[in-house]
């Protein structure tokens, strides 16, 4: 047996620290808060920088300090929990009557001939017009109201809803349709246990693509036509010139998106992929 040399060991010696060193930082990396805020850490940096050097005129262009002692300012005050709850109850009451009607008229415009072709060149017609295309006749009707509100992002979400409920029924094997048949079960027990479960992934697709834009719907509502919330806070701030406020309620929008998406919506669609999931694995199959 040789010996290993002083070099030899050495080199093993100075190797450790590295490998413990590329060890941790692989398990830091990996954790999760490492991985959704990483991300930003740059980009603060870069802003950070940008106010610092006064790359932009300060009253157009503020750092996150001022965006931090904004946001503590008005979490003080009670403006913007107030303003937040307002437009988390509008989105509530768009998303649910915007599910109420779209996954019903989904699955009608899907299962049946006549409902398709009567329906069908009015989908696209509607889904070509912007929700913003509505609001003039929205105040019109309904004021400067929740009920506006609700109806611009209600129109938001139906239309992408609809057509994803369409996609994933049409992706249902016809196989599985005329098997389930073939064994005795009849229209009912099929839609439930064969249509549906078949349907449900690219229904959640669905939701959450229909929910990303009544979000943004909401916002160019409120500036618009609300009173209150934050996409109103923007546009009152934008007015009086505050930019700090602007730049905390862009932050404040998006910072909520993610939350929704990444604890709600992601998770749902990903369950749904992964129980219901099994259509895409029997074709892979065949």
Known sequence: M??????????????TPRRRLAVWLRRVTRTGAVRT???????????????????FPAAFFV???????????????????????????????GIGFGLLIGLPMGFLVAMSAWARRLTWPLLLFFQAIADIAWLPIVI??????????????????????????VSGVEQVPQELVRAARSLG??????????????????????????LGYGWRALIAAEIIVGTSGVGFMMFDARRVGDVSEVFLGMIVLGVLWYA???LVLAPF??????????????????
Not at 5 to 15: F, I, M, P, V
Not at 146 to 165: H, S, W
Not at 272 to 277: I, Q
């Open 140 to 165: 019109v009707w309904f004021g400067f109201s929740l009920t506006a509100v609700t109806f611009v992002i209600v129109y938001t979400i139906v239309f992408p809803l609809v057509l994803a409920v």
């Open 37 to 55: 805020l990483g991300p930003f850490v740059p980009i603060v940096v870069l802003w950070w920088l940008a106010a610092e050097l006064e790359v």
């Open 269 to 286: 669609e990903r369950a749904t992929v992964e129980r219901w999931g099994m259509v895409r694995q029997v074709e892979a199959g065949r």
């Open 185 to 210: 079960a009849g229209r009912f027990r099929v839609f439930v246990e064969v249509i549906v479960p078949g349907a449900l992934p690219a229904v959640a697709g669905g939701i959450r693509t229909g």
């Open 63 to 93: 750092g996150p300090d001022a965006v931090l002692t904004e946001f503590l300012d008005l979490m003080r005050k009670g403006v913007l929990p107030g303003y937040l709850s307002d437009s988390l109850t509008r989105l509530a009451y």
């Open 260 to 262: 929704m998406d990444a």
């Open 2 to 15: 040789v010996a290993p040399t002083d070099g030899a060991l050495d080199r093993a010696a100075t190797r």
